[in-house]
């Protein structure tokens, strides 16, 4: 297996770094220069991996895109049942807040409106994890672990549970009794939609 260039590693601290500063001072008050004071480098470093705050934000959001997307997977489970379980437990996890700071998340997420690029890497995102969930929908239905019509309607649906929840649950503390109440509720929605046989 070949090493990792020296570019993709530097870009990566780069990027780590954005996101720290744009997490104590909210992205549109990070700067290229306060993210390579926080370095503590020169600016064009910077600039020599990054051309412009723009395509280091788009760096930011493919960063945050692929941690979510780590999240979801669960490839080496072979056993339908425990894969789709583990999936519905990792959907509504309490390890989203401390994956990705919502601060940076939601700043991100509100470019969608302004760049079309930026628009489609998180609809790719999106269209991807809602793809795996069918799939691993559909292995149980194949398995007769679940009882379900359409499995990519019931991902569909699970899906939009899951946003709509932790859209909703920024609002509250995560130590909070009442968020904790609230996610296993919604879980156990989503559970019995899969209608589990077993």
């Not at 649950?169 to 919604?186: M, P």
């Amino acid at each position: 297996m070949g090493r990792k260039s020296l570019k993709t590693v530097r870009q990566k601290e780069i990027i780590e770094a954005f996101y720290v500063v744009a997490k104590q001072e909210g992205l549109e008050n990070t700067s290229i220069a306060k993210v390579a004071k926080h370095m503590s480098i020169n600016t064009s470093l910077i600039l020599h991996y990054f051309e412009s705050k723009d395509e280091l934000i788009f760096g930011l959001i493919n960063y945050i895109l692929e941690n979510y997307k780590s999240l979801y997977i669960t490839n080496d489970i072979n056993n339908s049942e425990i894969k789709l379980k583990k999936t519905i437990d990792n959907l509504f996890s309490r390890d989203w807040n401390n994956l990705i700071d919502d601060g940076v998340f939601y700043s991100s997420f509100t470019l969608i409106f302004r760049d079309e690029k930026i628009k489609k890497a998180f609809k790719d995102l999106h269209d991807s994890l809602r793809f795996f969930l069918t799939e691993v929908i559909a292995n149980a239905k194949r398995d007769n672990v679940v009882d379900v019509k359409d499995p990519k309607e019931t991902a569909e649906l699970i899906f939009v549970l899951v946003e709509g929840a932790y859209y909703y649950l920024s609002l509250f503390d995560v130590t909070d009794i009442e968020y904790t109440n609230k996610i296993t509720h919604y879980k156990k929605a989503a559970i019995n939609m899969l209608n589990f046989k077993i």
